[in-house]
């Protein structure tokens, strides 16, 4: 609480009047980086992928973010409503857009009918924690290069 106070340029008790405890405050932090739809929803199936994953690298890239992911992991025995609320309201908005927009994909003949969508999502989400696990930052151009490894067009069948 006292770094969060100092951060914020207050006082822990002022902090305390709002946020009766850690949980409070951090439940708190989730909701402010609820998932918000993308603005313009008319996009071709794979701009409104890319368009998905370059929001979600820009959030990742905000400061502290992967902190907060391994804090709310470590939490997750002695608060795991926190944990849940985060996938609430991060992960499984975002797993839907990106399913959504897979989806749009196969529909519109750009992705194969038998894609396994869950996998994909799986993957091209799981590549930015990966990735940023292994350098400890996420380059502008993943959300592209990620997308090309998994957006490929249906193999004609002879």
């Not at 002022?14 to 008319?42: F, Q």
């Not at 902190?67 to 997750?76: F, K, R, Y």
């Not at 924690?129 to 151009?141: C, E, F, H, I, Q």
Request: with cysteine; hydrophobic share 45%; proline share 7%.
């Amino acid at each position: 609480m006292e770094s969060v106070a100092r951060a914020a340029g207050t006082t822990v008790p002022s902090l305390r009047r709002r946020y009766c405890d850690k949980a409070t405050l951090a439940a708190a932090v989730v909701d402010s980086m609820r998932i918000a739809r993308l603005t313009d929803g008319d996009r071709p199936p794979r701009e409104q992928t890319l368009a998905i994953l370059e929001n979600f690298r820009r959030n990742l890239a905000r400061t502290h973010s992967m902190a907060l992911l391994g804090t709310l992991l470590v939490e997750e025995g002695r608060n795991p409503e926190l944990l849940g609320r985060f996938r609430a309201r991060l992960v499984k908005p975002r797993r839907a857009m990106l399913k959504e927009a897979l989806e749009s994909g196969v529909r519109a003949g750009e992705l194969a009918a038998d894609m396994d969508i869950d996998a994909a999502v799986s993957m091209l989400i799981g590549s930015f924690y990966a990735l940023y696990l292994s350098r400890g930052r996420v380059p502008k151009d993943w959300p592209e290069r990620v997308l090309a490894s998994v957006w490929r067009p249906p193999i004609p069948r002879p």
